[in-house]
Nanobody
Framework: QVQLVESGGGLVQPGGSLRLSCEVS????????MAWYRQAPGQQREWVAS???????NYADSVKGRFRIFRDNAKNTVNLDMNNLRSEDTGVYYC???????????????WGQGTQVTVSS
């Protein structure tokens, strides 16, 4: 059973910073990609940032230059550094991975339960 557990959310003032972490556990042969999404109240879930196994990253235009996604293999975490936060960054942040449990096996997706980020003065 693959599990993702996010942490690091909280209340921060505009212009502040937060680091979100997503701890990955369970039987995994290889993670092919990882991503962060967010969902603001009354809005649909939207993609924020992603990284593929080779290290290439992509970001939504709204966060480009302010957010950074990276992987810490030693801690089995997928992280999101968020800087210069704005009120519109408020929402529940979810991490997700696409992985295989055996070489050549079916790709699977897993999601975390989400962590709340509130940007407000």
């Amino acid at each position: 059973q693959v599990q993702l557990v996010e942490s690091g959310g909280g209340l921060v003032q505009p212009g502040g910073s937060l680091r979100l972490s997503c701890e990955v556990s369970g039987r995994i042969f290889r993670i092919s990609s990882m991503a962060w999404y967010r969902q603001a109240p009354g809005q649909q879930r939207e993609w924020v940032a992603s990284m593929v196994s080779g290290g290439a990253t992509n970001y939504a235009d709204s966060v480009k230059g302010r957010f950074r996604i990276f992987r810490d293999n030693a801690k089995n975490t997928v992280n999101l550094d968020m800087n210069n936060l704005r009120s519109e960054d408020t929402g529940v942040y979810y991490c997700t991975i696409t992985y295989r449990i055996v070489n050549g096996g079916t790709r699977r997706d897993a999601w975390g339960q989400g962590t709340q980020v509130t940007v407000s003065s």
